[in-house]
């Protein structure tokens, strides 16, 4: 019998940084994490603990020192920039702290931003997600123009648009009045589990880390964090 | 490719108002560069190659140039005259197909009035196989005192057939002097010909030798003679427009007329007004040269105006990298969008292009009676829009680089 395969594992992953007196800092140091398909994560984290730059080696939008990042049994750190390029548009979901919504675009377009780097702009696809999101009525709004509610669930569709088999989120509720964060973060998980999408997701929020079973924290994962304190 | 068209036009958008403004310098630059070569080849072809109708021009000794600018376009002033009988030599040469002479000397508010016979109405062809023709009314009797308008004269007068005038003395009209005493009666307006002739006023080149003030060839007083006939000796001509039965045939004529004392003989015509278009040539190479640097103020204006929106856009490439979007497509995104840019420009030069050739045309038909085709091809206008695009992409590529090179971590951090 086969073991079961995890759908994101990484091992012996090392962040260097060169501070700008010279010194060297490493601020990722993770010996070993994984993630399996549909699984929901969440890792509890303070400001400046190295949980960005961990979600950006996973999404191969940094690179590690060391280490590798398997995607489905493939190292992905191998990849060439236009290759992890092409993998993230497919199987990435990515939510910021900031949305990081495009202002000339509209709210249908920023969705659909979501998924044409993937291949097909599925645009009935995309205005499904904003509807359900309940946004039918915003679709050629502007995010200046959308509250930052609506802005959320804008970022939150477009990070599900290409149906990624991975959702990546950095402070999904940081942004939003307290009231609406929990309502915003059910939302998220929702729409993973419906794509059959696993999510990482990272916050210094209690409540929001109290929603997931599974809950972990950082600096069990990060070991550079018991060197810096 | 979706992608790009989507970044391009959201940008275009977002942009709108420095777009709009490099549209309009891409636009001038691309319509200048058409319209400058454009219309230098449509004069030259209009001056050089065109049908005439004539092969060469008898006049009095002097420029070739001067005589041909006199005779066939009505500019410049008349080198002098020649004696009848030279018109009567050159008629009676074998080669010749038809020599019609012409007899300046008055205008009507500025229109030349050439003393004329009338198988200008019924041998000459301005162009091939086209005879003069007439809107309303017909040629002069050369025995009495009628006018053939131009076209164009008959419309900015406002003369029709049986009107009179009085001509004025001289080749040009100056306000305030008084007419000849003879009046004349307008027996014929010709139709559009689009040539220097509807410029022209056309009366019976006796009327000239009888007008009242005008010398004979031994300084004889018109006045003085009457109804009495002119004797040929007595009589002058200020052209003769001389036609072969074959082009080449004015090779021997030229000669022979050339190396006397008396007369030129501008031949082949063609040939006098290319010779005068090419001392101009430095006029048109330094219109083109200007028009080149437009063409690059265009193109250091569309890097300027994209460049600058490049730190606000660092953001925005960011968050497209880290949604998948691949180096390369950012850096192509930068590129189409300015090579769009200058394909707007280029489309919008079209315009302004025609706008340029109308006015142009205008000018050019009222000054000398010539008319460009204004829809004529010319390879310009296919290169020109190319090349502005080429220009668009090149003007991308550094502001291009840039979005190329962004750090999407540091940036998104």
Request: hydrophobic share 45%; with cysteine.
């Given at each position: 019998m086969l073991a079961s395969m995890a759908l994101l594992e990484l091992a012996g992953l090392k962040k260097v940084y060169r501070s700008p007196d010279g010194e060297y800092q490493t601020v990722l140091d993770v010996e070993s994490f994984q993630i399996d398909s549909s699984e929901e994560v969440a890792i509890a984290g303070t400001s400046g603990c190295g949980k960005t730059t961990f979600l950006n080696i996973i999404a191969g939008l940094a690179r590690p020192d060391s280490g590798t990042v398997t995607f489905d049994g493939v190292?992905?750190?191998?990849?060439?920039e236009p290759k992890r390029d092409a993998w993230r548009a497919k199987e990435l979901g990515y939510v910021f702290q900031t949305f990081n919504?495009?202002?000339?675009?509209t709210a249908l377009e920023n969705v659909l931003l979501g998924m044409v780097f993937g291949g097909k702009a599925d645009r009935g696809f995309a205005k499904e997600l904003l509807e359900r999101l309940g946004l039918g009525h915003r679709l050629n709004h502007r995010p200046g123009q959308l509250s930052i509610g609506q802005q959320q669930r804008v970022a939150l569709a477009r990070a599900l648009a290409n149906r990624p088999r991975i959702v990546l989120a950095d402070e999904?509720?940081?942004?939003?009045?307290p009231r609406f964060a929990l309502e915003a973060l059910d939302l998220l998980r929702s729409l993973c589990k419906d794509v059959g999408a696993a999510l990482l997701c990272v916050s210094h929020d209690v409540r929001v880390l109290d929603a997931f079973d599974n809950n972990l924290d950082f600096a069990d994962i990060n070991r550079a964090m018991e060197t810096k304190a | 490719m979706s992608s790009l068209f989507l970044i391009v036009r959201r940008s275009l958008r977002q942009h709108a108002l420095s777009t709009f403004v490099t549209i309009i310098a891409a636009a001038m630059a691309s319509g200048l560069v058409m319209s400058v070569f454009t219309v230098s080849e449509q004069s030259r072809t209009a001056f050089?190659?065109?049908?005439?109708?004539?092969d060469g021009v008898l006049g009095a000794k002097g420029s070739p140039l001067q005589l041909v600018l006199n005779?066939?376009?009505?500019?410049?002033?008349?080198?002098g005259n020649i004696p009848y009988s030279m018109y009567k030599d050159v008629k009676a040469m074998?080669?010749?197909?038809y020599a019609i002479p012409y007899a300046l000397g008055d205008n009507l508010y500025g229109f030349r009035i050439v003393g004329t016979t009338g198988e200008l109405f019924t041998?000459?062809?301005?162009?091939?196989g086209k005879k003069y023709t007439f809107e309303d009314g017909g040629p002069f009797s050369e025995m009495h005192r009628g006018a053939v308008l131009g076209a164009t004269v008959a419309e900015e007068l406002g003369l029709k057939v049986d009107d009179d005038f009085r001509p004025f003395h001289g080749l040009n009209y100056l306000p305030g002097e008084d007419p000849h005493e003879e009046r004349y009666v307008v027996t014929g307006v010709m139709n559009a010909?689009?040539?220097?002739?509807?410029?022209v006023v056309w009366i019976p080149i006796e009327g000239i030798y009888r007008m009242g003030g005008h010398e004979l060839?031994?300084?004889?007083?018109?006045?003085?003679?009457?109804g009495n006939a002119i004797p040929d000796e007595q009589k002058e001509v200020s052209a003769v427009m001389v036609k072969f039965h074959?082009?080449?045939?004015g090779m021997f004529v030229a000669p022979a007329i050339n190396s006397g004392g008396e007369a030129t003989f501008a031949y082949p015509i063609a040939q006098v007004m290319l010779g005068f278009l090419s001392k101009l040539g430095w006029i048109t190479d330094i219109l083109r040269y200007i028009a080149y640097m437009v063409v690059v103020v265009a193109g250091f204006g569309l890097l300027a105006s994209i460049y600058n929106t490049m730190n606000e856009r660092r953001r925005e490439f960011a968050v497209l990298r880290a949604l998948g979007a691949k180096r390369t497509t950012v850096f192509s995104a930068i590129v189409l969008e300015s090579s769009t840019i200058a394909l707007l420009g280029s489309l919008l030069g079209y315009a302004l292009y025609f706008g340029v050739m109308t006015v142009s045309a205008a000018v050019i038909k009222a000054q000398t009676g010539v008319v460009l085709d204004t829809m004529a091809y010319h390879p310009a206008l296919i290169w020109t829009p190319l090349g502005m695009v080429v220009v668009g992409a090149i003007a991308g590529v550094f502001p291009a680089m840039k979005a190329y090179s962004t750090d999407v971590a540091r940036t998104l951090a």
């Amino acid at each position: 019998m086969l073991a079961s395969m995890a759908l994101l594992e990484l091992a012996g992953l090392k962040k260097v940084y060169r501070s700008p007196d010279g010194e060297y800092q490493t601020v990722l140091d993770v010996e070993s994490f994984q993630i399996d398909s549909s699984e929901e994560v969440a890792i509890a984290g303070t400001s400046g603990c190295g949980k960005t730059t961990f979600l950006n080696i996973i999404a191969g939008l940094a690179r590690p020192d060391s280490g590798t990042v398997t995607f489905d049994g493939v190292d992905v750190t191998g990849y060439s920039e236009p290759k992890r390029d092409a993998w993230r548009a497919k199987e990435l979901g990515y939510v910021f702290q900031t949305f990081n919504l495009l202002g000339g675009y509209t709210a249908l377009e920023n969705v659909l931003l979501g998924m044409v780097f993937g291949g097909k702009a599925d645009r009935g696809f995309a205005k499904e997600l904003l509807e359900r999101l309940g946004l039918g009525h915003r679709l050629n709004h502007r995010p200046g123009q959308l509250s930052i509610g609506q802005q959320q669930r804008v970022a939150l569709a477009r990070a599900l648009a290409n149906r990624p088999r991975i959702v990546l989120a950095d402070e999904p509720t940081g942004n939003l009045d307290p009231r609406f964060a929990l309502e915003a973060l059910d939302l998220l998980r929702s729409l993973c589990k419906d794509v059959g999408a696993a999510l990482l997701c990272v916050s210094h929020d209690v409540r929001v880390l109290d929603a997931f079973d599974n809950n972990l924290d950082f600096a069990d994962i990060n070991r550079a964090m018991e060197t810096k304190a | 490719m979706s992608s790009l068209f989507l970044i391009v036009r959201r940008s275009l958008r977002q942009h709108a108002l420095s777009t709009f403004v490099t549209i309009i310098a891409a636009a001038m630059a691309s319509g200048l560069v058409m319209s400058v070569f454009t219309v230098s080849e449509q004069s030259r072809t209009a001056f050089t190659g065109g049908d005439i109708g004539y092969d060469g021009v008898l006049g009095a000794k002097g420029s070739p140039l001067q005589l041909v600018l006199n005779t066939v376009y009505h500019l410049e002033q008349s080198p002098g005259n020649i004696p009848y009988s030279m018109y009567k030599d050159v008629k009676a040469m074998g080669p010749v197909k038809y020599a019609i002479p012409y007899a300046l000397g008055d205008n009507l508010y500025g229109f030349r009035i050439v003393g004329t016979t009338g198988e200008l109405f019924t041998e000459f062809e301005y162009q091939k196989g086209k005879k003069y023709t007439f809107e309303d009314g017909g040629p002069f009797s050369e025995m009495h005192r009628g006018a053939v308008l131009g076209a164009t004269v008959a419309e900015e007068l406002g003369l029709k057939v049986d009107d009179d005038f009085r001509p004025f003395h001289g080749l040009n009209y100056l306000p305030g002097e008084d007419p000849h005493e003879e009046r004349y009666v307008v027996t014929g307006v010709m139709n559009a010909t689009n040539t220097p002739a509807d410029r022209v006023v056309w009366i019976p080149i006796e009327g000239i030798y009888r007008m009242g003030g005008h010398e004979l060839r031994d300084g004889t007083k018109s006045e003085d003679i009457g109804g009495n006939a002119i004797p040929d000796e007595q009589k002058e001509v200020s052209a003769v427009m001389v036609k072969f039965h074959k082009a080449g045939q004015g090779m021997f004529v030229a000669p022979a007329i050339n190396s006397g004392g008396e007369a030129t003989f501008a031949y082949p015509i063609a040939q006098v007004m290319l010779g005068f278009l090419s001392k101009l040539g430095w006029i048109t190479d330094i219109l083109r040269y200007i028009a080149y640097m437009v063409v690059v103020v265009a193109g250091f204006g569309l890097l300027a105006s994209i460049y600058n929106t490049m730190n606000e856009r660092r953001r925005e490439f960011a968050v497209l990298r880290a949604l998948g979007a691949k180096r390369t497509t950012v850096f192509s995104a930068i590129v189409l969008e300015s090579s769009t840019i200058a394909l707007l420009g280029s489309l919008l030069g079209y315009a302004l292009y025609f706008g340029v050739m109308t006015v142009s045309a205008a000018v050019i038909k009222a000054q000398t009676g010539v008319v460009l085709d204004t829809m004529a091809y010319h390879p310009a206008l296919i290169w020109t829009p190319l090349g502005m695009v080429v220009v668009g992409a090149i003007a991308g590529v550094f502001p291009a680089m840039k979005a190329y090179s962004t750090d999407v971590a540091r940036t998104l951090a």
